[in-house]
């Protein structure tokens, strides 16, 4: 166990107050902080101080509005799909209205986490929405496909930066200890943004045009960009080192590579073709390189120091494992209550209500409990537990589960990843110290990413496989014609298949999502072994989250 430094107290760091000073170790960086935290919105915790209540809520209202932004986009957008590829063309090129957006988000992550360490994080978290905001309006002018690939790249650039800004600034503003309270509210914005998404894509596509899909960001990032600016108030920061130009250039080549290959492969190529080979050559190479580089550089992108806490780098492995599981989840789920429970896909967020609903009560306990007590170890340990029990249920559907069961099952992966999802973040960031806060966040929601990446790509290679070979035993050569383009079927594509073909493909997608979940459940274990050995550091609590105080720092 190693101990940084004592801070001074908020009362006493007067340059940080100012703004003027540079952050030069963990024990001013924390100073500052708290300062800030005084200034801004006084201790969250501590209403017997009285200072500005409101504020806070403010505060907190605007980041949920970005979080929203970042995580509504995309729901958004696939629902807008159609009508997009109606009017502009192009549809050979329509994967990369997904893929631009991802790839930009993925590979900028990082580098707005240590931005904000560097620069602070108002100015970057605004500059952020500004750019992702830029983005939406060119998206909703955009005249023909190149120009909206273009422009959503560049949507995904400020993506990047919304979600990494928002848990940072809750970091710095609101001790570990106190944090679960607000779990409930970044869970609920989730939630909402997966069943609601899809809804309003849908309704503002009908009534105002696709365009609005996009132009309907503007209003809510103004919002928050006026809230954040006039209410949020943080030390100015600025770090004499030069930015690690090389180190995130190697970061971006090697995380694009990742994502290309896990969009492309089984679908636009082959696993075992020439250009996913070539992908994986230059994305391991480029990887390679960047960690060589961050031993160098004099502010790494990603410092490896970050990983010598055990608690740290086992929550990012259980990160990594609950987005892989989350994101094949909700691929998963409504394709097989629409294709074999003949559920209606207009409403295709409402399907996977009772898990999210789960996943919504399970994290408000969770936080609650947390702050109450100060322990959380049992919360990683508790939701792996349930991810493997939910997904080896969810592995046990066939063609006669009922949609109460599946609901029930679903519940259950639901209560598992309430368990984890906001806790992964906490125990995370408690585990570094507060100069390292936006590289902590940074690097927690890239895992997270990365691993949804994973999960679609196996997940979904894994479902094709055994759909197509399934369809081939039951019905032949036409069940071979059926999915030799894809292997999953739109509504109106089933509805045209003679009788014998469409129940063959209710038993193919069933048998397909019974091979997805459980190697999902067996993906889960490895995050179970991971939270049991994860040690309960206590929380930073109001005292020495808002002062500056002690911190301690878990080491391998």
């Known amino acids: 166990m190693k101990a940084a430094k004592p801070a001074k107290s908020a009362g006493s760091a007067k340059p940080a107050e100012q ?53 509504l986009d995309n729901m958004i957008i696939g629902t807008a799909m159609p009508t997009i590829v109606g009017e502009l063309g192009g549809l050979e090129h329509l994967s990369w209205v997904v893929t631009a957006y991802t790839l930009a988000t993925a590979a900028s992550t990082p580098i707005w986490g240590k931005l904000g360490d560097m620069y602070g994080r108002k100015g970057v978290f605004m500059t952020s929405i500004v750019l992702f905001l830029i983005g939406s309006a060119l998206s909703g002018m955009a005249q023909d496909m190149g120009q909206l690939i273009g422009f959503r790249a560049v949507q995904g650039l400020g993506a990047g930066g919304l979600m990494v800004g928002v848990m940072a600034i809750i970091g710095d503003l609101i001790p570990p200890r106190e944090r679960g309270k607000y779990q409930g509210m970044m869970a609920g914005v989730m939630a909402l943004a997966m069943i609601g998404g899809p809804l309003i894509g849908g309704t503002i596509t009908d009534n105002w045009g696709w365009r609005w899909s996009f132009y309907i960001n503007l209003p809510l990032g103004v919002i928050a960009l006026i809230a954040i600016s006039a209410v949020l108030h943080l030390p100015k920061k600025r770090v004499d080192a030069r930015i690690d130009y090389l180190g995130a250039g190697l970061l971006t080549v090697g995380i694009t590579s990742i994502v290309l290959v896990t969009t492309w492969g089984g679908t636009e190529y082959a696993w075992d073709s020439a250009r996913i080979m070539e992908l994986i050559g230059i994305g391991v190479a480029a990887l390679i390189g960047f960690l060589f580089v961050q031993t160098k550089a004099a502010a790494p992108i990603m410092p490896l120091h970050i990983f010598r806490s055990r608690n740290f780098t086992l929550m990012s492995v259980v990160g990594f ?3 892989f599981v989350m ?13 074999v ?14 898990m999210l609903g789960a996943m919504l009560v399970t994290s408000m306990v969770a936080g609650r409990v947390t702050t109450s007590t100060g322990r959380y170890k049992a919360f990683p340990i508790v939701g792996s537990a349930l991810m493997v029990v939910g997904l080896y249920l969810l592995s046990l559907m066939d063609t006669d589960t009922s949609r109460l ?3 029930v099952y679903m519940a259950v992966v639901g209560a598992g990843m309430g368990c984890l999802m906001q806790i992964t973040m906490l125990v995370s960031q408690n585990s570094v110290e507060m100069k390292d806060m936006g590289v902590a966040s940074s690097s927690t929601t890239l895992f997270r990413t990365l691993g949804s990446s994973f999960g679609v790509a196996i997940m979904g290679a894994l479902f094709n496989h055994r759909v197509q070979d399934v369809m081939a035993e039951r019905a032949g050569a036409l069940g071979s014609k059926v999915t030799e383009q894809s292997a999953q079927l739109d509504a109106a594509s089933l509805a045209k298949l003679p009788v014998a073909a ?22 889960a274990v490895v995050a179970l072994v991971g939270a049991v050995f994860v040690k309960e550091v206590p929380l930073r609590g109001a005292g020495a989250g808002a002062s500056g105080g002690e911190k301690s720092v878990e080491t391998v």
Do not use: C, W
Request: charged share 5%; glycine share 12%; proline share 4%.
């Open 327 to 339: 994101f094949g989840a909700v691929l998963f789920l409504p394709l097989y209550q629409q294709s």
């Open 341 to 354: 429970q003949g559920a209606s896909a207009t409403n295709s967020g409402l399907l996977l209500l009772p």
């Open 502 to 523: 469409r129940e063959a493909y209710q038993h193919a997608v069933a048998s397909g999502t019974h091979s997805a979940f459980l190697l999902g459940a067996v993906i």
């Open 19 to 71: 703004g003027g000073a540079p952050a030069k170790s963990a024990a001013a960086s924390q100073a500052s902080a708290a300062a800030a935290t005084a200034d801004a919105v006084g201790a969250v915790s501590g209403a017997d101080q009285g200072k500005q209540p409101r504020s806070v809520r403010v505060v907190l209202m605007a980041l949920m509005i970005a979080m929203m932004l970042a995580m």
């Open 405 to 407: 069961t599946s609901g």
């Open 321 to 323: 494992v609950a987005g």
